[in-house]
Structures are given as C-alpha cells and as structure tokens.
C-alpha cells in the first residue's frame, strides 16, 4: 500500500505520427510506472508527475481555469458529454522536465476550447 503523499511517474508514449493530425487528436498511451523521474526518455515518450492524495492521484491537471462567460456553457456541454459514451473529454496539456502539467486546451466532442 502506498502512503499519502507518494510521489511517482506515469510515463507516457505518443501516438503513431499517422494519428497526429485528427481532432480531438489521439490519447497519449501510459507504457510504465516509476518512482523516480527518469532521466534518459526518447523523444516520444514523457513523465508524467502524480502524488497520491486521499486515495487518489493527483496530476494536477485536475482542476483548471477558464474564461468566466464560458463557464456555464463548457460545464453543461462537460456534463451532457459525460453522459454520451461515444463523445470524449481530451485535455490537451504540456508537461515539464520535473514532469509537472498544465491544461492548455480541451475538447469536449468536436469542440476546441484553448486557454
């Protein structure tokens, strides 16, 4: 069992360059675990930082900002997504050297919205 507080990596594989240009664009794939940041990725793979906080694993892309006019229309279009199983939600986000993510853009379905 892990204690509060863990911190580890989740390391990511991009998709196939034939995938690259679709929208909403292809999930990056998780390929391994590691407790300590890794040092010597290739290019087409990252590192993703989590902490385990309350029994979950934060990423700290959990929670974002949004232009506040927005809000309503994003969350209610999130909520009718979520309810569809065909749509997805796909956050689009850039991750450091430590491994640390911001949101830079979503699509809920077919809709694009950048920050």
Known sequence: MLEEGTQFYVILQEPSPAQTDVSPPPTWV?????????????????????????????YEIERYYMPEEQQQEINDLILQTQRQAEQKLVLEVKINEQGQAVVVSFWVGDRNYRF
């Open 30 to 58: 998780p390929v391994d675990v590691s407790r300590d940041r890794p040092s010597d990725l290739p290019p087409n793979r990252i590192a993703l930082k989590g902490v385990l906080k309350k029994g979950w694993i934060d």
